[in-house]
């Protein structure tokens, strides 16, 4: 339909909107009471209160205790330092390595891309989740530091990926040609002209990124393959609960809705920023 | 196509090789002598001697591997110190009970994803495409262990339906019905994830193709909306859907894990995870093994059965 | 024409308004003409005058949301504007089909060719899967393919752009319409092969007894081809009537700009086309008066600020919509 096309709709952006805004401060909420945790009126996330087991929310227990007597409002705001430590340490990885090799690659292009690019895609071929469990089945013993590194290696290729793609498309417009002609260096190219225009893809990835590398560790936590108890997290909190299901249901539905918030609102976020610089050609 | 085909087994066989190093190497990340991580309990000097036959550990890395993998391409993963039971064995049990679940999970996801798509697709931005555009991308954001535990306290707790809760599984050899009912909640679970994903792939990739042209051709030779729908726009639409669920399917074997965990079925997850708990490193490496090439193995199945469906890809 | 043929399509006052986020944009005002039994009118206009909505509109195959269309369009009698998609598939394929632009892209490109035009007869016809692919490898053999049984297993991406378009015809000859739309049937090939397909359209055409309507941005294309002509700019009529009156007599300066631009056989090689100062305008802003005017070097003040109405000729059929119409004399240029 050539006839429509002559007329060509300027697409206008849609703002951000009230929900993406809302997000942001509950993503922003969650941060700061991870960090400043210590500081909160919060009671001891490991102190057992044995007048008050599997007690209901209350004044006392905002969010009632689990079956030992612990408070479950602060095992929440404590464990919650795991996940966001383990996404952000996982995802500083996977960008610290997968970031610049995507860029170059993409920039040289060659023989060098194409062996790079082949390894990745062989890499990516199976899930991340069963070499991560291999791994830390057999890497002993388990620490969080082992986690946040295993998750992110595996994070590599995805994030390598994701980088190739949206840089392949900047280094091959007229802007990057033109600096080529007039001499500027390739680390000059790399860091003035392709990393600007790739960072909103990369934002809004790492965002998606660091909601699934929080996902992952909820699944090992839940199998009792992350940081061992008494110490607090998401999934190993979810993980404990099912031996009192029925007399605590508590116990599953606020861990479970307070992961389940987190990763919507980081998903949110990630999803809108992308259609907000529009960078639909790269899927992620 | 022969051409397309033969590159795709070599890669196959490619990827499987460094699979099998990768295998082989993890006993080797045991901290200090595997042998006694391997042993455990039965570490005497003739079963030393048994297990350092087996896996050659006194010689060089490289012939341990070769070694190894000779075992290995025999059908022989072992026998665990453990259990005393053959790997291969082990895995054999296990193996048909998650095939079931993802079997049973694929055809509840197929079955709804497809025409929601195509409805969604039709009226894109309608009602029901903003429902179930919101209601998937808010599903996107829990996590299969979530919904498992969810759908055990109100299905199997409040609701209390018999036969669904922990430890309730019965094999399919033993009585088909209550067989199915112990996998309801693990299928309905991972067909949860496989809806979303299938669903928000084929909605876009059906959406884009209603504006081809062709598309415009074939409403304009007078066929019905149903049969452009399925005859014209579904194929060609639904080469990402297949690629995805090869993915998918292999990511599945891992969401396996959680259900079969907190639900006590004996499948490959909650052997891997029980193997784990009690040190079996040669029944986790085995099952490892397993897994791995075999999610390799699907996504191959699919690459293959794209191509059939949309022959362009191997003409490129 | 003989005075009794009827009207095979009639078009009055027709209108497409497409909703865009900047506005409403009027692609085809007001558009009126009528079409005989056997007979082939050409459409021409540059790419934007709005030959493909008018087409499509005619057909009703646009997409019902964001568009209005107004005024009317009866084909063999049955009204298009208004009708619901079940009432006008009865009549897509039978009564009318189209000739879609681009080859490359208006056949599956994961279905069979045989498969995308015996689906047409059995749907439609309720041929048996045998007689329907016994017609589909005849209507191949038709339109000009070779080895037309071994071909109706193909896939359109192992045919090249002429065998292709060929087999876009044939789909659209498959149910023997009254009328087709051929809409720019050549712009997607090379030149050699754009006489052949138009040459096939107008054998079949003799020998189907067909009423077709030529769209085109080439006014070599409709010359020989096409007995009326009608002349488009900005989604509006500016010149209508015979062919050779067009090419002889016209008195519109667009039609003028447009025979200047397009290559003619009559002048010696090496002549330059002029090009057409300027571009067609933004129909989301269109200027008050004769759509042409900011283009056209004899506009005055009134060509700027009033539109100019379709005013007939001397010759019979023959109208233009221009307040400064070019001299009768201009005949002398054609010879």
């Not at chain 1, 705001?77 to 383990?86: A, E, K, M, T, Y």
């Not at chain 1, 969080?144 to 498309?169: E, F, H, N, T």
């Not at chain 1, 790739?198 to 996902?215: C, E, N």
């Not at chain 2, 085995?286 to 003409?315: E, M």
Request: glycine share 8%; charged share 15%; aromatic share 8%.
């Amino acid at each position: 339909m050539t006839d429509l096309l002559a007329v060509e709709p300027l697409e206008a952006k849609t703002p951000l909107g009230p929900l993406f805004w809302a997000c942001v401060a509950w993503l922003s909420l969650n941060v700061l009471a991870a960090i400043l945790a210590n500081l909160l009126p919060l009671q001891d996330p490991l102190f057992q209160n044995y007048s008050a087991l599997n007690a209901g929310p209350s004044l006392h227990h905002l969010l009632g205790t689990d079956d030992l007597g612990r408070d479950i409002f602060s095992r929440i705001v404590f464990g919650s330092r795991i996940s966001i430590l383990v996404g952000i340490g996982a995802m500083f990885i996977g960008f610290g390595i997968g970031a610049p090799l995507g860029m170059l690659t993409a920039y040289r292009r060659g023989k060098f891309d194409h062996i790079v690019t082949t390894m990745m895609y062989v890499l990516l071929a199976f899930p991340a989740i069963i070499a991560v469990i291999a791994v830390l089945s057999f890497w002993t013993p388990r620490s969080i530091l082992k986690i946040i590194i295993v998750i992110g290696a595996a994070s590599i290729p995805l994030v390598y990926r994701v980088v190739r793609a949206a840089s392949l498309s900047v280094a091959t417009r007229d802007f990057v040609t033109a600096a080529k002609v007039q001499g500027a260096s390739s680390l000059r190219i790399l860091l003035r002209e392709i990393l600007p225009n790739i960072t909103p893809i990369m934002v809004s990835f790492l965002l998606i990124g660091i909601a699934s590398v929080v996902t992952l560790e909820g699944a090992l936590a839940f199998l009792g393959l992350s940081v061992n108890p008494p110490t607090p997290s998401w999934g190993n909190m979810i993980n404990e609960s099912r031996t009192v299901l029925a007399q605590n249901p508590w116990l599953v539905l606020f861990p479970s809705l307070a992961l389940c918030l987190f990763l919507l609102s980081l998903n949110f976020i990630g999803d809108r920023l992308r259609t907000y610089f529009d960078v639909s050609e790269v899927k992620l | 196509m022969i051409k397309y085909v033969a590159r795709r087994v070599a890669l196959l066989i490619g990827i499987s090789f460094v699979i099998s190093i990768g295998s082989f190497y993890l006993i080797h990340l045991l901290p200090g002598d595997p042998a006694v991580f391997i042993l455990g309990t039965n570490d005497s000097p003739a079963n030393r001697a048994i297990l350092f036959k087996q896996l050659g550990l006194d010689r060089s890395i490289v012939t341990q591997y070769l070694i190894w993998i000779g075992h290995v391409l025999h059908g022989n993963l072992g026998i665990s110190f453990i259990s005393h039971n053959s790997v291969v064995s082990t895995i054999k049990a296990a193996l048909p009970i998650d095939l079931e679940m993802i079997f049973l999970s694929q055809i509840v996801a197929f079955a709804s994803a497809v025409p929601l798509a195509m409805r969604s697709a039709r009226k894109p931005d309608g009602w029901l495409d903003r429902v179930l555009g919101a209601g998937s991308f808010t599903l996107l954001s829990v996590p299969p262990f979530i919904i498992i535990v969810l759908l055990v306290l109100f299905v199997s707790i409040k609701l209390g339906v018999a036969n669904t809760g922990p430890a309730s599984f019965v094999p399919l050899s033993q009585n088909f019905l209550v067989n199915l009912e112990s996998l309801v909640l693990p299928s309905f679970t991972l067909s949860v994830g496989s809806f979303v994903v299938y669903y928000r792939v084929l909605r876009s990739d059906l959406i884009a193709t209603l504006q081809e042209e062709f598309i415009t051709m074939a409403r304009s030779k007078g066929i019905s909306a149903r049969r452009i729908m399925w005859r014209h726009a579904f194929r060609p639409s639904s080469v990402a859907l297949l690629g995805t669920a090869g993915v998918n399917i292999g990511g599945l074997l891992a969401s396996g894990f959680v259900v079969q965990y907190l639900l006590a079925i004996p499948g490959l997850g909650y052997t891997l995870i029980s193997a784990i708990d009690t040190s079996d490193y040669l029944l986790v490496q085995g099952i490892v093994l397993v897994v791995s090439v075999g999610v390799v193995f699907i996504n191959f199945v699919f690459d293959f059965i794209i191509n059939i469906v949309d022959p362009r890809i191997s003409r490129e | 024409m003989s005075p009794d043929s009827r009207h095979l399509l009639e078009v009055d006052q027709l209108s497409t308004t497409f909703a865009t986020p900047h506005g409403l944009l009027p692609a085809v005002s007001e558009v009126s003409f009528t079409l005989q039994e056997d007979e082939t009118i050409g459409i021409v206009g540059e790419s934007g005058s709005g030959k493909t909505v008018l087409a499509r509109t005619i057909m009703g195959l646009q997409p019902m949301t964001n568009i209005q269309v107004e005024g009317s369009v009866l084909i063999n009698g049955f009204q298009v504007v208004g009708a619901s998609d079940p009432e006008k598939r009865k009549h897509w394929g039978t009564d009318v089909a189209m000739v879609f632009q681009d080859p490359m892209t208006s056949l599956n490109p994961v279905m069979r060719i045989g498969k995308q035009i015996d689906e047409t007869l059995r749907v439609r016809l309720g041929m048996s899967r045998q007689s329907a692919k016994a017609r589909a490898i005849e209507l191949l053999t038709l339109v000009g393919i070779p080895s037309s049984t071994e071909r109706y297993d193909a896939f359109p991406g192992e045919l090249s752009g002429g065998m292709r378009q060929r087999v876009v015809i044939a789909t659209a000859l498959a149910c023997s319409p009254k009328l087709l739309l051929a809409d720019e049937p050549t712009t997607g090939l090379d030149v050699t092969i754009q006489a052949q397909i138009l040459n096939l359209l107008g054998e079949l055409q003799q020998r189907l007894h067909m009423s077709v309507v030529l769209i085109t941005h080439d006014l070599g294309v409709v010359a020989t081809r096409t007995s009326r002509l009608i002349v488009m700019y900005a989604g509006r009529v500016v010149e209508i009537g015979e062919t050779r009156d067009i090419f002889a007599h016209h008195r519109m300066p667009y039609t003028r700009a447009l025979l200047d631009s397009s290559p003619r056989i009559s002048n010696p090689s090496h002549t330059r086309l002029l090009a057409i100062p300027g571009r067609p305008p933004n129909l989301l802003n269109l200027p008050n008066g004769c759509s042409f005017a900011p283009r056209c070097s004899f506009a005055t003040d009134q060509c700027h600020n009033e539109r100019p109405p379709l005013t007939p000729s001397s010759e019979p059929g023959h109208s233009f919509a221009c307040w400064n119409p070019l001299p009768i004399s201009t005949r002398s240029e054609m010879s």
